[in-house]
């Protein structure tokens, strides 16, 4: 799992140089080793020590693993300082955490607590994930989001509350978040252009020379500016799918 694990930092990281730097340089890797020490321990009931690993990581690396999390192969954590992955949170394989990430819970419930993340998840530098929820695979969630809801696969996921961009995401570059949508930004757009199309058709009306009755100057206005973006306001308004 150490080849593994080292294996994807090369393919994912181009700063780094050679496998001694990475192990020695990257807290990210050596939080999972010290997680993968702590979860040992963990499945087998020893008390207090799995815990205390898990402190000492968070004092040499900044991550926070419970040791009752379940980790996959092939996770990368980049720089990872501020991370908080809970107690019973699951992240599948290959998923790519970025550092400030919660996966966290959002009260004092027991059992299942914390989120499920799919295989080749990439999550936002500073993302906040919460509850019992389900991420699906493939799915990528911007930074500084704050997902609350479970989230299909291969999506995008933006903005506070965390709402489906409905793009597919399976021949996108992960690391690519500069191209990620901006869901509030488009709906803002949407409704300034209605309020100037709607300002322009009253201007038109109040200079017509022949009066026309209110209630069909309203029906008028109302018919003339429907289109795609109602289902787009709509879907923002109500969290987008999630």
Request: hydrophobic letters at 40%.
């Amino acid at each position: 799992m150490l080849l593994t694990d080292l294996r994807t930092i090369y393919e994912r990281d181009p700063a780094a140089r050679n496998w001694l730097e990475v192990l020695f340089c990257y807290p990210g890797l050596q939080a999972l080793l010290f997680h993968r020490l702590a979860h040992w321990l963990y499945k087998l009931d020893v008390p207090f020590i799995p815990r205390f690993v898990s402190h000492i990581s968070r004092f040499l690396t900044g991550i926070e693993i419970h040791p009752g999390a379940v980790i996959g192969k092939g996770v990368f954590i980049d720089h990872g300082m501020g991370v908080v992955i809970g107690e019973t949170a699951i992240v599948g394989d290959h998923a790519l955490i970025y550092q400030g990430v919660t996966l966290g819970g959002t009260g004092k419930e027991t059992g299942k607590r914390h989120p499920t993340i799919g295989s080749h998840v990439v999550v936002g530098a500073g993302a906040k994930v919460l509850g019992n929820i389900t991420i699906g695979d493939r799915v990528r969630i911007g930074a500084g989001s704050v997902v609350l809801r479970d989230v299909p696969s291969n999506t995008t996921v933006v903005g506070i509350p965390g709402r489906v961009t409905r793009e597919n995401n399976s021949n996108t570059d992960v690391l690519a978040h500069g191209k990620l949508r901006d869901v509030e930004a488009e709906v803002i757009r949407a409704l300034f252009e209605r309020v100037k199309n709607l300002e322009k058709q009253l201007e038109q009306l109040e200079t017509a020379s022949t009066p026309v009755p209110t209630y069909v100057t309203l029906e008028q206005i109302y018919n003339s500016h429907q289109s795609d973006s109602d289902s787009m306001i709509e879907e923002f308004l109500d969290g987008a799918g999630i």
